[in-house]
């Protein structure tokens, strides 16, 4: 495993697990449980993922029967779109924290720039110098948004999480958190299986040449750009070969070849559609 260091001089490994749509408890505490006897220290979650309970149920069940301590631990979670303001935030922290079953976090982002999300940011900076928190970012912030936040608050983010894959590539993006030390952290770095990514002719043979799959390739591909990664799977096999990665490096000219896939933007989700804005605003997690 590599890792990166954060601007607070944290440490964070450069590949991590995820457990967006895994809403079932039962399910999610046994497939984390089985991911840290796989390796994998790094684990996001959000609020609005429903499965904090279930994820803090398998560290805990991890560390009791040795296999890590909660200090080997880099713990992910979010902050929800009906939370984004100052005094909701504030409850929001307590909350995932208690269902977590947590002293701290690790990392804890706002899910998406909506709603009043400087109110909810000082809320994390004050969680932050509380030391609850111990680093605190964004996700889903384009470059505009995140370079005014950046300008705006006390503590520049920690952390950027967005969509990156070979066919949304963000250079420009990557660019921008480079220049404000915010570390790029990837959602659907396996473009969520669109674009025939596990078959393409090109990302296999690059894999065949190294005893790798397409996805091994697609996966190592972001980390040598630097970008942190969470893919996730509830198969043990997957797992482990989603983790098996760190023993072959892209060559400048295969990343080149990945380099043209770009199509410059998402076909998964459009941000700026204020049909998507509604729909997340409407969307709630609580009462």
């Given amino acids: ?31 984390v449980y089985n991911a840290i006897k796989v390796g994998y220290r790094l684990f996001d979650t959000a609020a609005s993922y429903f499965n904090e309970e279930a994820v803090g149920k398998a560290i805990a069940r991890a560390v009791q029967d040795g296999l890590v301590k909660r200090e080997d631990l880099f713990i992910v979670t979010k902050l929800w779109v009906q939370d984004s303001d100052y005094e909701s935030a504030k409850k929001a922290i307590r909350t995932s924290l208690d269902k977590l079953g947590l002293d701290y976090l690790d990392l804890y982002l706002f899910h998406q720039p909506m709603g009043d999300y400087f109110g909810a940011y000082r809320a994390m900076q004050e969680a932050y110098r509380e030391g609850i928190l111990k680093a605190i970012g964004t996700a889903n912030c384009y470059p505009a948004i995140l370079a005014n936040l950046c300008e705006t608050m006390e503590v520049t983010p ?15 993006a990557l660019e921008n958190m480079k220049a404000y030390g915010v570390q790029p952290m990837a959602w659907g770095p396996l473009a969520e299986g669109k674009h025939g990514i596990f078959t393409d002719p090109e990302l296999t043979a690059i894999g065949a040449k190294y005893g790798k799959s397409a996805a091994q390739v697609v996966l190592r591909w972001n980390t040598q750009r630097g970008v942190v990664i969470i893919p996730k799977s509830v198969k043990e096999e997957r797992m482990k070969q989603n983790l098996d990665i760190w023993d072959f490096s892209l060559t ?27 729909m997340l605003h409407g969307y709630k997690i609580h009462e």
């Fill in 1 to 31: 495993m590599e890792y990166v260091t954060l601007n607070t001089g944290a440490k964070m490994p450069l590949e991590g697990f995820g457990v967006f749509q895994i809403p079932d408890q039962t399910q999610c505490e046994e497939v």
């Fill in 158 to 172: 920690a952390v950027n999480q967005v969509e990156l894959h070979p066919f949304f590539q963000q250079w420009d």
């Fill in 252 to 278: 400048p000219e295969e990343l080149d070849s990945i380099a043209k896939k770009d199509l410059g933007h998402s076909e998964i989700v459009d941000h700026s559609n204020p049909a998507f804005v509604k």
